[in-house]
């Protein structure tokens, strides 16, 4: 099946085995798709719908909405955990770029001698268990009096997203013919000329693609958000697992949180998805 | 003499100049990753050398390597570690087959086909901790589940799904959200195939079989490869999908959640957690060191000449 699906992507003409195949593509995308479906359904279902047998004949209502979205005080509301996440988001987003942008220039374009190992260790932190740092980043953090705060999460993010930019921009960075580059310096432009009015136009879908996927790690990030930052700065993930109680249903509830909650980074997904391909295919190799 | 010798100089100078220039773009970078990821790590290896507990509160003692020589004693470290070896193994073997199967199947002209693929992909945009509480809720539970309903109108008895198979009940969620990921790699791999080689091999009477193994497999190899890098670096470190999951219940513990449930989930051994922390540290450098090489040295080996 997998050879006859290879070449019919050059051959790519009907007949009933590539109509079959076209529908077993649907039959999977919907398959995958299912539980975000049920996911959706559910939050316009009353509590009792929820729970009662499976079924798609309802009354939508709102009403899961308008109670999740509730402010009530000392607990946390939808607003408050809403901007904290994207300020966290945003901000370590941006100086992951800030400082991703030069280090992979520094990795490719005009390398450093030893490119390789500095490369290397920046991924080889990505495989430090962030658990095995969690204990030292609390003390940290106490002392420095960062404890449930926006500032430390977003330094924590940056610093979490920050290799996979660099080794994801390195290499876009790479893929920047030679030629264009040394043609620039020889019409005589500067450093910042080249890299603005030659690589960065090359390389923008790639920066589109590495910014992306760091804003989807940072607003599910969980772990950290839980642990470092309970009281005061808590970001959306915190706000859905509030949404899960003991006592009483709350399947309906629990789900039109969680709509809530995935649906700005799946939106963003959806309509980055073409560059996301893009970004990757030129990212894959060197 | 001394003309060339302080010439020699001076080109050493603007030598050593320009690396400087060249190293300076990489620093903030550098020095900001060291600080927030190294230091820690060394506050982690002194306190694994130290008795520690903070409740009930003891002063801190200098122990050498006593947590570790207990560490490799305990049967529920061994136990996380095997949990967490099967853990990520399934997951991304898992999810670079399936992964791969899907791109094929997408990468060829159907009726909507971006639709599809944008039905796909969404699984891996939604939040762990959400992908976790949906699952375990509105498809595992016994009572709200869609799978026991199939089950019991097929005429079963419902299944406790989390409580039977914790590890699966986990592994099959991650799956679930790393396929769209190992898809969007390997598309983009067969999307970068050159058509005219595909086109002359099928001229030359290749057979599809023969086409796939021959040459899209070992053009999608760096791809592959990534995706196994990628998937491993994130899945290793699965916590969230554990926690809303199991629980960290009998089975599925894996050494993230038991780092966390012997120091600040509860056990509060300061000392012992980050003897475990810095072996989980030195263990996943070393995989991934030889686990990558072993990998394309593999794949090296069939590559047709």
């Known amino acids: 099946m997998s050879g006859g699906a290879a070449a019919g992507g050059v051959v790519g003409k009907g007949g009933p085995k590539s109509f079959l195949l076209g529908v077993l593509a649907w039959v999977v995308g919907l398959v995958f798709f299912f539980p975000v479906f049920w996911m959706v359904v559910n939050g316009f279902k009353t509590e009792e719908e929820a729970a009662a047998d499976p079924s798609l004949i309802f009354d939508p209502t709102m009403e899961q909405y308008d109670e999740v979205t509730a402010e009530t005080t000392g607990l946390l509301g939808f607003g408050e955990a809403f901007s904290n996440s994207l300020w966290a988001v945003a901000i370590s987003t941006f100086f992951v770029m800030l400082m991703a942008v030069p280090a992979a220039y520094a990795l490719s374009i005009r390398p450093v001698a030893k490119w390789r190992d500095v490369l290397f260790f920046f991924i080889s932190t990505k495989f430090l268990p962030i658990v095995a740092a969690i204990l030292p980043l609390w003390i940290i953090a106490r002392d420095l009096d960062l404890l449930n705060t926006r500032l430390l999460l977003i330094v924590l993010y940056t610093a979490m997203n920050l290799p996979l930019a660099i080794w994801m921009l390195r290499s876009f960075f790479s893929e920047v013919p030679r030629e264009l580059i040394e043609a620039a310096q020889i019409d005589g432009a500067s450093i910042r000329g080249q890299i603005t009015s030659v690589i960065l136009p090359i390389v923008a879908p790639g920066l589109a693609a590495t910014a992306l996927l760091c804003v989807i790690f940072a607003w599910n990030e969980y772990f950290l958000a839980v642990q470092l930052n309970n009281a005061g700065g808590e970001t959306v993930p915190i706000w859905v697992t509030g949404n899960v109680s003991t006592r009483g249903n709350f399947l309906a509830k629990l789900s039109a949180a969680s709509t809530l909650a995935t649906l700005p980074v799946v939106l963003a997904g959806w309509i980055a998805q073409k560059r996301m391909i893009r970004g990757l295919a030129m990212g894959a190799i060197k | ?305």
Do not use: C
């Open chain 2, 1 to 305: 003499m001394a003309a060339t010798a302080s010439r020699s100089e001076a080109v050493k100078k603007l030598q050593r100049r320009e690396a400087w220039r060249r190293r300076i773009p990489l620093l903030p970078a550098l020095l900001f990753t060291i600080v927030v990821t190294q230091v820690p790590f060394l506050f982690s290896l002194w306190y694994s050398l130290t008795e520690w507990k903070i409740v009930p509160p003891e002063p801190r003692q200098f122990v050498g390597v006593d947590n570790y020589v207990d560490l490799f004693d305990s049967r529920f470290f061994r136990e996380a570690v095997w949990t967490s070896i099967l853990m990520t193994v399934f997951a991304v073997l898992l999810s670079v087959i399936l992964g791969t199967l899907i791109a094929l199947l997408l990468d060829r002209k159907f009726f909507g086909q971006g639709f599809v693929r944008t039905l796909l992909i969404t699984p891996f945009l939604i939040m762990p901790v959400v992908a976790g509480l949906v699952w375990k809720n509105q498809m595992y539970s016994a009572t709200f589940g869609v799978f026991n309903w199939v089950i019991e109108g097929l005429g079963f008895d419902r299944i406790e799904f989390v409580s039977r198979w914790p590890l699966w009940s986990i592994v099959i969620v991650l799956v679930w959200q790393w396929t769209p990921f190992m898809m969007l790699i390997i598309l983009a791999g067969l999307q970068g195939q050159s058509a005219s080689v595909l086109e002359a091999a099928r001229v030359d009477g290749a057979s599809p079989r023969a086409t796939f193994f021959q040459i899209t497999l070992p053009h999608l190899r760096p791809y592959l490869e990534l995706g196994v890098l990628l998937g491993s670096i994130y899945l290793i470190q699965v916590f969230d999908h554990v926690a809303v999951i199991t629980g960290g219940g009998p089975g599925s513990t894996n050494v993230p959640y038991f780092v966390f449930q012997r120091s600040i989930g509860g056990g509060w051994q300061f000392g012992l957690a980050s003897a475990y922390s810095i072996v989980v540290v030195v263990a996943s450098i070393i995989i991934a060191t030889f686990g990558l090489r072993v990998l394309s040295g593999l794949l090296e080996g069939e590559d047709p000449a």
